[in-house]
Nanobody, 124 residues
Framework: QVQLVESGGGSVQTGGSLRLSCAAS????????MGWFRQAPWKERQFVAA????????YYADSVKGRFTISRDNAKNTVYLQMNSLKPEDTAVYCC?????????????????WGQGTQVTVSS
């Protein structure tokens, strides 16, 4: 069993920055691929970023590429999402997810555990 707890969400203005954290406990975090997804009101869940077990491989949605950075600290059992140049369309609940596989994936169906999410609101 894996527990994931996100933090770091909040309200910012357009162009601002936030850093989300996802603290994991339980199953060996360092062997799990991790991902961030988001869901805006009345919209489907959307892939944001993913990272493999070692941090050597990362993937990003086109909409966030160049603005967001995913990273991890296996010593702290934590994955991060640094979000810069935020836009109103980034407003959503952001959730982190963990998968049994070591690789990164942009498909929500390949993830086995999910956090509750943290709200990010970007105002214009």
């Amino acid at each position: 069993q894996v527990q994931l707890v996100e933090s770091g969400g909040g309200s910012v203005q357009t162009g601002g920055s936030l850093r989300l954290s996802c603290a994991a406990s339980g199953r060996t975090f360092s062997s799990s691929g991790m991902g961030w997804f988001r869901q805006a009101p009345w919209k489907e869940r959307q892939f944001v970023a993913a990272i493999n077990w070692s941090g050597s491989s990362t993937y990003y949605a086109d909409s966030v590429k160049g603005r967001f950075t995913i990273s991890r600290d296996n010593a702290k059992n934590t994955v991060y999402l640094q979000m810069n140049s935020l836009k109103p369309e980034d407003t959503a609940v952001y959730c982190c997810a963990a998968r049994f596989s070591r690789g990164a994936s942009d498909s929500e169906y390949t993830y086995d555990y999910w956090g509750q999410g943290t709200q990010v609101t970007v105002s214009s």
